[in-house]
Structures are given as structure tokens and as C-alpha cells.
């Protein structure tokens, strides 16, 4: 059976089974940005150009090292030292903001607070009524299948448990965007395929925008519009691969395969073995599960 449809046909504005949104578009334009490495500047991004659509989920994929948490990083406005522009609806990006939630790989949960407290951490430092909070918070606490563990600490949940978690805590704040740095890339593998669904089943119920940064290729076919392949060092935009494959979408179809197996093919040339590392995370030891949570609530 061929599994391939015409790309227009997937776009979110088309899918009958895709929630349409109108807000939630991203333009990269011409970014570029370096860290400090022994006093010398060390590119980590060179003039990457990107336009996101409003609902569309795209995947970044590239060795390690090729700027990809960086650049969402820059996109969840965490990190504001760079060049180019970032837009998010034809606004420039300036600093954090609840309309795009972020999740990383590890949950960042905080152990004092239960389930339900951590999910209304996005709601500090806002003005929304109480009664609102809670109803939101339980709602996001019920869509990420977590009724009946909502005063349950961290340390009484599962690792796929504690990132459902993370991901409400995203959710709540009701944002255009979701920003996912390897959401899924510390679970064990049934889980990870459980989540893969449950992450599509949001995006498609939902209609946000979706980026995801993750080394599996196998995961990026099966959740992506479009994969965005990086060069590394400095991280470049390679090319970008449509996946006009139908959701739900079967891993071991033609389509499906050729795909991945052609993605696999981009990295078999990549020698990093005399290439410097470039430190993807910030390298300040206080950009941690707290420091973000205080960014996000500003």
C-alpha cells in the first residue's frame, strides 16, 4: 500500500483531523551565534533560516554538538546573545514567554511540590484568577493521563510519569508554541513509543506548533511535518525533509523507511573526531530546573 500523500495535503490548515490554529508562526532569519571558548569566540549557529507555519511540528535532528538545543533555547527566549532575528507571529522575540512552553529531556519537576503544584508553577507571577489555575491545572493534570496522581510527589511517579507532568506544566499556560528539548530521550523504549503517541495525539487535538530536537530519526519520521537537518560546527541548516506520510503513520511501511533510511544516509559522512565540543547547554551551573521555572514565571 502507498502511504505517501501530497505535502499540501498535510499542511495544518488541511487536516481533517488536525485542530486549525491561526497564531503560533516562527521565523528564524539569518541567526547566528557563538559561546566563549578560552576567550575565543567559539560559532555554534551560522545563518540559520527557518520559517515554522501555525500548527505544523517540525523535528531537528543533527550530530551532537550542532546547536540544536541552542537554537531552541533561542526560541524559548532564554538566551538573547546572538545575531539575526527571531520572530514568533511577526513579533521579535525579547525574553521568555508563557505562549511558548518548553520541555526538557530530564523533567525539572520540583521534588518538594506534588504533581499538581508543579503544573501551576507556570501561573507565578500572573495574573489569573485562582479558581482559573486550578481548573486549568487539572485539566492539563486529566489530557496528560495523570488523574488520580495529582498530590503525588516526583519521586512516586515513573520517569514517563514525571515527563507527562513536565509536558502539562507546558501546557497549562495555554501556549501557541511547544518547544521540546529531547522530551523523550531518557526513557526506556516502550515508554518512549507510549509518549510518541500521546504526543501526537496532543499536537493533533491541540494544533499547536510543535519543534522538537531529538537524535532519534526514527521518532522525527514518525511525529514530523518537516525534518530539519543541522550540519555541525557550526551548526548549519543541511536541508530540510517533508514527510507527506499519513497519520497514524506505520513505522515499517516503504514510505516511512525510505525516509528514515535516506536521513540516516545524511550522517554517514560526518567525522567529528577533530572537531572542538561545543557545550549545548548554557554554561552556567544555574540554568537548571529552578532557574527556568523563575524565567518562564517573569
Known sequence: MNDFVSPSALSPSALSTHKQHLSGGLQVQHVSKSFALKGAPLPVLEDIA??????EFVAIVGA???GKSTLLRLLAGLDTDYTGLLLHDGVPIRGTDLRRGL?????????????????????????VPLAER?????????RVGLDGYAD????????????????????VGRPDVLLLDEPLGALDALTRLRLQQELRRLWQDEGITM???THDIDEAVYLADRIVVLDARPGKVRRVQEVPLAHPRQRGSAGFVAIRDGLHADFS???????????EEHPSSLWDGNEWARRMAL
Open 134 to 142: 486550578d481548573a486549568r491545572v487539572a485539566a492539563e493534570i486529566t
Open 152 to 171: 503525588a510527589y516526583p519521586h512516586q511517579l515513573s520517569g514517563g510519569m514525571s515527563q507527562r507532568a513536565a509536558i502539562a506544566r507546558a501546557l
Open 211 to 213: 519543534v522538537m530536537v
Open 103 to 127: 520541555v526538557f529531556q530530564d523533567h525539572r519537576l520540583f521534588p518538594w511540590l506534588t504533581v499538581q503544584q508543579n503544573v501551576a508553577v507556570a501561573f507565578s507571577n500572573t495574573k
Open 50 to 55: 527557518l520559517t515554522i507555519a501555525p500548527g
Open 269 to 279: 559522512d560526518l567525522d567529528e573526531s577533530n572537531a572542538p565540543v561545543a557545550q
Open 64 to 66: 551532537s554538538g550542532c
